[in-house]
């Protein structure tokens, strides 16, 4: 007997081939996409939440001065890895509080170009704008204090200014030209040297010792607040381009200080060298595991019939039948008769001899086992093992004399 199949009335299937293979390509598309957003999403946000560092769009941000620099050939880089600190052109950072930890952020530069903003400002979230921030308050002058404490102690004072023009260094470029913000913040301190001061003297951007760590006293100078005005705008182009270091080729902000830095992530690793090869490896076993799942390799295997042909299936049948029926042990009777049968006409046994004697006349045959006692052990079996013992020996003592 063989597999019969069934099909239904129309013998169509509920989807095609190419149906099939659209839907997995576009889950598995989609599995992978979700795996790589999950690695990443926390390095893909916008930044527009209203705060100050250079992604944001806010009145207290910086991302005018980065457009700004882009658009004018100044390359600027938004940074969210401390790795990429180390580079020899000038680094903006923008702490945005007095708990900010400056320390790792300051050691990767070391004798670099360093910009360091205070914070000025106190805003919150304007919840009809998108990004947009609004005023709360100044913020506190002890909470700008401790941006740069304890290794650099910074005397903070605010006061209104009228506007009045900074005063920049001598030989710095005349093209350096700010007005002073309303109200002014400054910076006073030992070992800070003025670089912009307001009409008083009073530091709004100093530099820290004799290396290049600037500090930016009044934020207002390079934050899109000042953007709006084209005059301070250049001022604020021609600034970073006195800071940076000679043949500089681009201007760095950093937004890790701001919490947008490269987490670390398991998932992260997969996408991520060395690690990328071993993730691609993988990708290219799994393909190539789904292409020999649905394409078949050489003819196709028939399958086996479900009852076989021939003399040994039929007998396998037939003990199955007497197995499941448990009569095995009641065969041992049935066994004798066919030997006695076979025996009488290979031994030429007298057709006049019946029962007893016909037995009596096989055990006067040679041999060391007689037919009679091999023959009650058989009728007198009742259990599979004893059954199959004594048939053996009903066997053997046939085959025995015909050899």
Same mark, same amino acid.
């Given at each position: 007997m063989s597999d019969v199949t069934v099909s239904g009335a129309s013998g169509a299937n509920a989807f095609s081939v190419r149906t099939v293979a659209i839907l997995l390509a576009v889950g598995i598309f989609a599995f992978i996409a979700m795996l790589v957003l999950g690695a990443y999403a926390p390095d893909l946000r916008s930044g527009r939440d209203g705060r100050a560092h250079a992604l944001s769009n806010a009145a207290v941000g910086y991302s005018g001065i980065v457009r700004l620099a882009e658009a004018t050939g100044r390359n600027p880089q938004v940074v969210r890895n401390p790795r990429q600190l180390a580079g020899e052109d000038? @680094? @903006?950072?923008?702490?945005e509080t007095g708990a900010t930890d400056m320390t790792k952020a300051l050691a990767a530069r070391g004798?670099?170009?360093?910009? @360091? /903003?205070? !914070?000025?400002?106190?805003?919150s979230v304007d919840p009809t704008h998108s990004g947009w921030a609004r005023f709360v308050d100044f913020r506190d002058v002890d909470d700008v204090e401790r941006v740069l404490a304890p290794q650099y102690k910074l005397k903070v004072t605010r006061y209104a200014s009228g506007g009045r023009p900074l005063r920049a260094l001598s030989w710095m470029p005349r093209s350096i030209a700010f007005a002073a913000p309303r109200p002014v913040q400054t910076i006073t301190g030992l070992d800070v040297r003025p670089i912009l001061t307001d009409a008083d003297g009073h530091i709004v951007l100093g530099q820290i010792g004799g290396g290049p760590l600037y500090v930016l006293a009044d934020p207002d100078l390079l934050s899109n607040i000042g953007m709006r005005d084209a &005059?301070?705008?250049?001022?604020?182009?021609?600034?970073? +381009?006195?800071?940076?270091?000679?043949?500089?080729?681009? /201007?760095?902000? +950093?937004v890790t200080l701001n919490g947008f830095g490269a987490s670390p992530s398991?998932?992260?690793?997969?996408?991520?060298?060395?690690?990328?090869?071993?993730?691609?490896? =993988?990708?290219?076993?799994v393909l190539l595991a789904g292409v020999q799942a649905t394409a078949?390799?050489? !003819?196709?295997? %028939?399958?086996? %019939?479900? /009852?076989?042909?021939?003399?040994? &299936?039929? /007998? +396998?049948?037939?003990?199955? =039948? @007497?197995?499941?029926?448990?009569?095995?042990?009641?065969?041992?009777? %049935? $066994?004798v008769d066919l030997v006695r049968e076979r025996a009488g006409g290979v031994f030429g046994v007298p057709a006049r001899l019946q029962g007893a004697a016909?037995?009596? $006349?096989? +055990?006067? =045959?040679?041999g060391r086992a007689r037919f009679s006692a091999l023959a009650a052990e058989a009728q007198a079996a009742r259990d599979p093992r004893a059954m199959l013992a004594a048939a053996q020996a009903l066997h053997h003592w046939l085959w025995e004399k015909t050899r």
């Amino acid at each position: 007997m063989s597999d019969v199949t069934v099909s239904g009335a129309s013998g169509a299937n509920a989807f095609s081939v190419r149906t099939v293979a659209i839907l997995l390509a576009v889950g598995i598309f989609a599995f992978i996409a979700m795996l790589v957003l999950g690695a990443y999403a926390p390095d893909l946000r916008s930044g527009r939440d209203g705060r100050a560092h250079a992604l944001s769009n806010a009145a207290v941000g910086y991302s005018g001065i980065v457009r700004l620099a882009e658009a004018t050939g100044r390359n600027p880089q938004v940074v969210r890895n401390p790795r990429q600190l180390a580079g020899e052109d000038l @680094v @903006v950072l923008t702490p945005e509080t007095g708990a900010t930890d400056m320390t790792k952020a300051l050691a990767a530069r070391g004798a670099k170009p360093t910009l @360091v /903003i205070l !914070p000025k400002w106190r805003t919150s979230v304007d919840p009809t704008h998108s990004g947009w921030a609004r005023f709360v308050d100044f913020r506190d002058v002890d909470d700008v204090e401790r941006v740069l404490a304890p290794q650099y102690k910074l005397k903070v004072t605010r006061y209104a200014s009228g506007g009045r023009p900074l005063r920049a260094l001598s030989w710095m470029p005349r093209s350096i030209a700010f007005a002073a913000p309303r109200p002014v913040q400054t910076i006073t301190g030992l070992d800070v040297r003025p670089i912009l001061t307001d009409a008083d003297g009073h530091i709004v951007l100093g530099q820290i010792g004799g290396g290049p760590l600037y500090v930016l006293a009044d934020p207002d100078l390079l934050s899109n607040i000042g953007m709006r005005d084209a &005059a301070r705008a250049r001022a604020a182009l021609e600034l970073l +381009d006195w800071l940076n270091a000679t043949g500089a080729k681009t /201007i760095t902000f +950093d937004v890790t200080l701001n919490g947008f830095g490269a987490s670390p992530s398991p998932l992260k690793l997969l996408f991520d060298p060395p690690f990328l090869a071993m993730t691609l490896t =993988l990708a290219a076993a799994v393909l190539l595991a789904g292409v020999q799942a649905t394409a078949r390799f050489g !003819p196709a295997r %028939r399958r086996a %019939r479900a /009852i076989a042909f021939g003399k040994t &299936a039929l /007998i +396998d049948n037939a003990a199955a =039948l @007497v197995r499941k029926a448990g009569r095995q042990g009641r065969l041992g009777p %049935r $066994y004798v008769d066919l030997v006695r049968e076979r025996a009488g006409g290979v031994f030429g046994v007298p057709a006049r001899l019946q029962g007893a004697a016909v037995d009596g $006349y096989l +055990d006067g =045959l040679r041999g060391r086992a007689r037919f009679s006692a091999l023959a009650a052990e058989a009728q007198a079996a009742r259990d599979p093992r004893a059954m199959l013992a004594a048939a053996q020996a009903l066997h053997h003592w046939l085959w025995e004399k015909t050899r």
